[in-house]
């Protein structure tokens, strides 16, 4: 049972972070006077843009006084929806919370449509006015912004036929995608329990089961969720050639010339770059496939099999000593002091403002995230803390979020942006600081740490072989959808072929998922396409700020903060360069940065003989 250690840890009553530098309560004066005064701000800045995109050519003062007034509103409502983001997720049964909530996402609907009319603006602005509102001083800082926005406008429709195909969507690509969502919500599938018995289980549990050390668990998970999926395959079809078509004629109205260029622009990264970064993944295939092999080995496995891929080949045994948070919040900090003092010392200071919500709790939402209001520049951290090594690095990672918005709090709210593909940089840069810490820690169990190294080696094999599957897939699913409707037939075949291509041999007879198309949620998100490549761009960006923190030791550190600092004011060919000084339109770059993956195997093995003598 997993709600074991809860049961016997018993539930704490009260929230743990102090939320007041945000508001007394979420029912206060306080609190409603800064939302009607938000409501006040939206209602008056949607015709002062709308009156700029029908007159461009206004003064350079009208554009400059709507910019500044947009950027303070944008970052009230980042503090209002870090407030409510904690307050429901921390007590889903706080009704005034969740009352509140409905009212801010009317807000940030008005916030969407406000930025849409500057978008609408900005394309028909001149470039010798645009020159001029650049050049302005209380624009400093807010040039990438700006620009951003101008480029985005070329790929726009008018701002009327932008207001429909955003009312359409609602019963278009959302509805099919709230279609797919009640759908998986509704599925159960069959898993055998303990006493011989057949348990019916949600599909929204298939992903914790495929995770379970138990081979037998697994194999039913993998196997019945894929039955659940069949008897509603051509649903998903249909659903998944809805949204991809919309998208694609929305694509060609918009004057978007290749369906990847958006999602590059989004990653705020060119197509070369991709493309260097598949190409090293695809040098190093066989060094990763013989990852993947040794964990197939590690499990008592012939091959690799999507079956196996979220098992773990260690875990951290029953019997060891709990890590209480009090004592988990010293790892962290003292990894952290002795590696990077400055994390160091913002973690002890977090920890006195008490910005952590961590005890287990009744009405809790499950899961763990940082938010941070951009106008206080204050974050908190959520989670629920269950005393193992795995909440440690949960707490690690969200410390290492948190660290990254404070060094933002330097620049604008315009500047402090950051796409997917740099957010999880300062993340797993501390979860790697503490993982470090662990493994030369004498109070560890050589268990507790073979473990620790078992969750890089599962995570090496998921980045590098499995995320460059959905993306190729998606890909050449798009490629298809172009010329026509792509039935289930295809769609099983594309998926099949690109796992072969990717893990190569080391793949089972039966180690493919068909079906994954179907079962995996990100195919069908109505906002955001390939969303996939990012989290390897973000791993593989990590390993080698990393490596570069390992040769380099703490002279390094002036340039990975200046990197996070500047990492909402450009592209991250721009980024990286400028601030670390490499080229990561190189497949080069790529390669060295998958280097110490290469290294992994070694690391383990080396590391269970030791513990073994
Ligand atoms: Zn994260």
């Not at 709600?3 to 102090?18: E, I, N, Q, T």
């Not at 206004?58 to 983001?85: N, Q």
């Not at 050639?241 to 918009?254: K, Q, S």
């Not at 045994?317 to 919040?329: I, M, V």
Request: aromatic share 10%; hydrophobic share 45%; charged share 25%.
């Amino acid at each position: 049972m997993v709600l074991d250690k809860r049961a016997v840890r018993g539930f704490a009553s009260r929230m743990d972070w102090d939320l007041t530098s945000f508001f007394p309560a979420v029912v206060s004066a306080e609190f409603r006077d800064f939302r009607e005064a938000l409501e006040r701000q939206a209602g008056a800045l949607r015709p002062r843009v709308e009156a700029l995109a029908l007159d461009p050519a206004a003064d350079v003062d009208v554009w400059v006084r709507l910019l500044l007034d947009l950027e303070d509103f944008r970052a009230r409502l980042s503090h209002l929806g870090a407030y409510l983001s904690c307050l429901t997720a921390a007590d889903t049964a706080d009704e005034a919370a969740t009352t509140e909530e409905s009212a801010f996402s009317a807000l940030r609907a008005d916030a969407e449509t406000i930025g849409e009319g500057l978008v609408a603006a900005l394309r028909r602005v001149s470039a010798d006015r645009l020159d001029a509102l650049l050049g302005d001083k209380r624009l400093e800082g807010a040039e990438f912004y700006v620009c951003e926005a101008k480029r985005l406008s070329a790929h726009r429709m008018d701002l009327p036929r932008e207001a429909l195909s955003a009312a359409l969507s609602v019963n278009g690509t959302k509805a099919w995608n709230q279609l797919y969502s009640r759908l998986s919500g509704d599925l159960t599938f069959a898993v055998p329990s303990a006493d011989g018995t057949v348990e019916r289980v949600p599909m929204a549990r298939r992903a914790n089961l495929l995770a379970s050390p138990d081979r037998a668990v697994r194999e039913a998970a993998f196997t019945g969720g894929n039955e659940a999926w069949a008897g509603y395959e051509s649903v998903c079809e249909r659903a998944l050639n809805a949204i991809a078509g919309a998208r694609l004629t929305l694509d060609r109205e918009r004057g978007v010339e290749h369906f990847l260029d958006n999602a590059c622009r989004g990653a705020r990264l060119r197509r070369e770059t991709l493309d260097a970064m598949f190409t090293a993944i695809n040098d190093a295939a066989p060094a990763l496939r013989a990852l993947g092999a040794y964990r197939a080995q590690l499990l008592g496995e012939p091959h690799v099999s999507y079956r196996d891929l979220a098992a773990p080949a260690f875990i951290e045994p029953e019997n060891e000593p709990p890590l209480e948070w009090d004592a988990g919040c010293r790892l962290v900090g003292d990894a952290f002091a002795s590696a990077y003092p400055a994390l160091g010392a913002f973690f002890r200071e977090s920890l006195e403002a008490r910005w952590y919500d961590h005890s287990p709790r009744r009405n809790k939402r499950p899961g763990g995230f940082c938010t941070t209001s951009r106008f206080n520049g204050e974050s908190r951290v959520y989670m629920s803390y269950e005393a193992d090594l795995g909440s440690v690095l949960t707490l690690a990672h969200e410390v290492g979020h948190a660290w990254h918005s404070r060094l933002l709090r330097e620049v604008r709210p315009f500047a402090s942006g950051y796409p997917m593909t740099l957010a999880e940089s300062a993340s797993t840069f501390a979860e790697m600081i503490l993982v470090e810490g662990v493994l030369e820690s004498d109070a560890f169990s050589a268990d507790r740490k073979l473990a620790l190294l078992d969750t890089d080696l599962r995570r090496a094999v998921i980045f590098t072989l499995e995320l460059p599957v959905r993306f190729y897939f998606e890909k050449r699913f798009y490629e298809d959808r172009r010329k026509g409707f792509v039935p289930a037939r295809r769609l099983r075949e594309l998926m099949v072929a690109e796992q072969k291509r990717s893990f190569g041999d080391v793949l089972g007879e039966d180690g493919a998922d068909p079906l994954f198309w179907a079962s995996k949620q990100h195919f069908y998100a109505d906002a955001v396409m390939f969303y996939n490549f990012p989290y390897t761009f973000g791993y593989l960006l990590s390993q080698s700020l990393f490596a570069r923190f390992r040769e380099e030791g703490s002279s390094f550190l002036g340039e990975y903060e200046r990197f996070l600092a500047h990492s909402g004011q450009m592209n991250c060919e721009d980024l990286v360069r400028g601030t670390l000084g490499e080229a990561i339109d190189e497949p080069a770059f790529w390669s060295r940065a998958l280097r110490p993956l290469e290294e992994l195997r070694g690391r383990l093995a080396a590391f269970s003989t030791r513990c073994a003598g």
